[in-house]
């Protein structure tokens, strides 16, 4: 049975260096069970918009009968808005590495791994990083090969040990179930993708259908082989690395596929997201180091994905004209751009002060403290960018919001890793 490790605010630090990824992003669209087992080795040619003559006056040189109108995307096409800069390489020299990380504006390119990389998204790995260091804060149980600030923990084997328990969860979070989600993403986005991003791998012809459907494969197996592999080397009698990387790749599908399709509706779709960011890979985190043991493990990272709702309509904000037209029913389609602000801000904040009162409950009172101050700087800037305008100032709310949020997330599993429960 584990015991208990002292976890001091000095834990942050080896945390970090332990593990670089995150476990089971399952907010990335997943598959639809039709053509999945059809593989061929046939390339993809690029699809382009159809065009059909339009009957209507034309203001234009033009004549009438000639002048073009794009047909209306179908629902499938619901995931992605247009960008007209999704074809282009960036001119500011990054376009080598963009193609790497998976990112626009990136170089096209013949390497057949550079391609398989691309597809991967690796840029997409950093944010659930944070998530898995949480999970293994909050069990109090991770060890440093040499602690400076800890003399009682010096265990150059225990450390050693967990530090390469750390380096394959790294390979099961990043290379391989990011990895499979992101590719079967591009799979079936590939027809979005041909009009939006037509310089994306698939819809370009860069990467074999064959060779697509053998990396899902590979990816998917892999990781959940790793991830039973964890539940083994942990001695669980309860497989839970295992069963969550299933849970994760089952909510993958659902978010993305039909019938359930669950980013169709605003409320389902954008807890899914916040609880992929935040509540799978704490979970994951803490069962490679510890135990799911209290019931508030669980309850703790479920209400942090309930701000992670709140964060996730702000991404939500910069595509209501295109929800609209394409029938998705976000959360600023439903309430309006202003409601659903509101929603938003309200989601973040309560959802914090609730945690904050529950630690300081607990006796954990200088924990609680650091939240409520990480916690005053996100409603100064829910109160003076996203109320006023949350569609132009997205991005900067967010790039100066979510720093205290994810520190805040931080801050609450030291407190758990800390109490004696």
């Known amino acids: 049975t584990l015991q208990p490790h002292h976890f001091t605010p000095f834990h942050t630090m080896r945390a970090s260096f332990a593990l670089a990824v995150c476990l089971i992003p399952s907010v990335c669209d997943a598959f639809?069970?039709?053509?999945?087992?059809?593989?061929?080795?046939?390339?993809?040619?690029?699809?382009?918009?159809?065009?059909?003559?339009?009957?209507r006056p034309s203001t234009t040189s033009f004549p009438p009968q000639t002048h073009p109108q794009t047909l209306p995307l179908p629902p499938l096409m619901a995931s992605k808005k247009e960008d007209p800069r999704g074809a282009q390489a960036a001119q500011d020299g990054s376009a080598g590495?963009?193609?790497?990380?998976?990112?626009?504006?990136?170089?096209?390119?013949?390497?057949?791994?550079?391609?398989?990389?691309?597809?991967?998204?690796?840029?997409?790995?950093?944010?659930?990083?944070?998530?898995?260091?949480?999970g293994a804060a909050a069990s109090g149980n991770y060890h440093w090969i040499w602690n400076p600030f800890d003399p009682s923990d010096r265990d150059v084997l225990l450390g050693a040990t967990d530090a390469f328990k750390g380096f394959?969860?790294?390979?099961?979070?990043?290379?391989?179930?990011?990895?499979?989600?992101?590719?079967?993403?591009?799979w079936y986005d590939r027809d979005i993708d041909a009009i939006n991003e037509p310089n994306r791998p698939i819809p370009s012809g860069a990467i074999s259908e064959g060779q697509v459907i053998a990396q899902i494969?590979?990816?998917?197996?892999?990781?959940?082989?790793?991830?039973?592999?964890?539940?083994?080397?942990?001695?669980?009698?309860?497989?839970?690395?295992?069963?969550?990387?299933?849970?994760?790749?089952?909510?993958?599908?659902?978010?993305?596929?039909?019938p359930l399709k669950l980013k169709m509706n605003g409320w389902q779709g954008s807890f899914a997201l916040g609880a992929s960011y935040i509540s799978l890979p704490w979970w994951c985190g803490q069962a490679v180091f510890g135990e799911l043991d209290k019931p508030v493990?669980?309850?703790?990272?479920?209400?942090?994905?309930?701000?992670?709702?709140?964060?996730?309509?702000?991404?939500?904000?910069?595509?209501?004209?295109?929800?609209?037209?394409?029938?998705?029913?976000?959360?600023?389609?439903?309430?309006?751009?202003?409601?659903?602000?509101?929603?938003?801000?309200?989601?973040?904040?309560?959802?914090?002060?609730?945690?904050?009162?529950?630690?300081?409950?607990?006796?954990?009172?200088?924990?609680?403290?650091?939240?409520?101050?990480?916690?005053?700087?996100?409603?100064?800037?829910?109160?003076?960018?996203?109320?006023?305008?949350?569609?132009?100032?997205?991005?900067?709310?967010?790039?100066?919001?979510?720093?205290?949020f994810v520190f805040g997330i931080l801050a609450t599993a030291l407190a758990v890793g800390h109490h004696q429960f």
């Open 32 to 55: 639809s069970s039709s053509g999945l087992m059809k593989a061929s080795s046939s390339r993809f040619q690029p699809i382009t918009p159809v065009r059909v003559p339009s009957t």
């Open 97 to 134: 590495v963009r193609q790497l990380l998976g990112v626009k504006g990136g170089n096209k390119t013949t390497d057949i791994w550079a391609i398989r990389l691309q597809l991967t998204k690796p840029v997409t790995w950093i944010p659930l990083v944070w998530g898995v260091m949480c």
């Open 168 to 186: 394959v969860t790294m390979i099961l979070a990043g290379p391989f179930l990011t990895g499979y989600t992101q590719t079967i993403n591009d």
């Open 217 to 258: 494969w590979v990816l998917l197996l892999g990781g959940l082989g790793l991830g039973y592999g964890l539940d083994l080397w942990q001695g669980h009698d309860f497989p839970t690395v295992f069963l969550l990387s299933v849970f994760g790749s089952f909510i993958a599908y659902i978010y993305s596929a039909p």
């Open 297 to 404: 493990f669980w309850i703790l990272p479920i209400l942090y994905s309930i701000a992670g709702l709140g964060i996730a309509i702000v991404n939500d904000f910069k595509s209501i004209e295109g929800d609209k037209e394409l029938g998705l029913n976000s959360l600023p389609v439903a309430f309006g751009i202003d409601g659903a602000a509101k929603i938003c801000a309200g989601c973040i904040s309560v959802t914090q002060l609730g945690v904050a009162a529950y630690i300081a409950a607990i006796g954990e009172t200088n924990y609680a403290i650091a939240l409520l101050a990480l916690l005053l700087p996100q409603v100064y800037f829910q109160a003076t960018l996203l109320l006023p305008d949350p569609v132009g100032n997205d991005v900067k709310f967010q790039a100066q919001s979510q720093p205290f």
